[in-house]
């Protein structure tokens, strides 16, 4: 979901980036990653106003949170 994200950013695709966020919003926040999942939801709401230049930086942020999450699921034993 993470490189979807990366490349709907890249390539201005907001429907690609609002699918790809949606459903990492959902995931993480099934896994109680509520940082990753609020982030998610505030590319959800740059990415419906059209502003994405806006969502371009937050996936920044979302990549470093995104990082911080596999570590700790890492670090439990539970990432893939």
């Known amino acids: 979901l993470v490189e979807s994200i990366k490349a ?4 201005n695709d907001r429907a690609g980036l609002l699918r790809g ?3 990492l919003k959902s ?8 940082t990753l999942a609020e982030i998610c939801r505030e590319i959800e709401f740059a990415a ?6 806006l969502a371009c930086v937050l996936v920044e942020r ?3 949170e995104h990082k ?7 670090d ?3 990432a893939a």
């Open 8 to 11: 709907a950013v890249l390539s």
């Open 21 to 23: 966020v949606h459903s």
């Open 27 to 34: 995931s993480s926040a099934n896994l109680g990653a509520t």
């Open 48 to 53: 419906d106003d059209g502003n994405l230049d």
């Open 62 to 64: 979302l990549l470093a």
């Open 68 to 74: 911080e999450v596999m570590q700790a699921l890492e």
């Open 76 to 78: 439990q034993g539970l």
